[in-house]
């Protein structure tokens, strides 16, 4: 009986609704958390940048104490950003959706590696780490609503998410493609570079709400269709996912 017991594996599963949870919380504390701190130490005006933009997501979390809370909590994230789009793709696949799954993958280890970048240089100086900055928040952003796309695109084809959830994605994605529309309409209508750099800013911050909205209405997917990932614990083995 004891050999019978050794030689069987164990499985264990784990709800995944925490990972994209664990994302957007840990986004918000370290944006609004870093320009806190830049407020209180006079680096960035006080104001409601979500309607002022009075600064940049990147102004305020470039000098000082902010920008270390930044950098260490969102390094961490990019790891957690990967795993759930790989967890995207196999939530998909469970479900029949087999192609794209390795696009997805793709375009989800893009948006990690290009917030990895961001948040790596974020604060240095120099002409090629602003280069790789402002080109690591461009791809993280599109690189992330690519991957929006693609798995709504993907779950169509086996209704999934379905209902409300569905809709509250695609939504989301209209409005992110509109404040992008905005953002470029900005860049070419508006002349007083105060003025456009306002709005840019505004547009900026609103996004980033989308981007966590996002993750919050994939946390409660998960968690509505009770999606677990196990590991199975065999002997003379490490652990496996299934």
């Known amino acids: 009986m004891l050999d019978q017991q050794l030689a069987d594996p164990q499985r264990a599963t784990f709800p995944v609704w925490p990972l994209p949870l664990a994302i957007a919380a840990l986004l918000v504390v370290a944006v609004h958390l870093a320009w806190g701190l830049s407020v209180r130490d006079g680096h960035v005006p006080a104001c409601i940048p979500y309607l002022e933009g009075c600064t940049s997501i990147s102004r305020a979390a470039r000098h000082g104490l902010g920008n270390h809370v930044f950098r260490l909590m969102v390094l961490p994230c990019t790891a957690l950003l990967a795993l759930h789009w790989w967890s995207s793709a196999r939530w998909l696949a469970l479900r029949g959706a087999l192609r794209g799954g390795g696009w997805l993958l793709a375009l989800g280890v893009a948006a990690a590696v290009a917030l990895a970048v961001y948040a790596t240089f974020l604060g240095t100086e120099g002409a090629a780490y602003r280069f790789m ?42 409005l992110m493609l509109a404040l992008g529309v905005g953002n470029v309409a900005a860049s070419a209508l508006v002349a007083d570079p105060l003025l456009k750099d306002r709005i840019e800013n505004v547009l900026e911050w609103q996004l ?17 269709s009770g999606y677990r990932l196990g590991l199975v614990l065999g002997p003379g083995g490490p652990p496996r996912a299934s």
């Open 133 to 174: 900055r402002r080109y690591g928040v461009i791809a993280y952003f599109g690189a992330s609503y690519l991957a929006q796309l693609l798995f709504l695109r993907m779950g169509r084809a086996v209704d999934a998410p379905g209902g409300r959830l569905q809709t509250a994605m695609v939504a989301i994605c209209g």
């Open 208 to 224: 980033g709400v989308f981007l966590v909205a996002w993750y919050l209405l994939q946390a409660w997917l998960w968690h509505r």
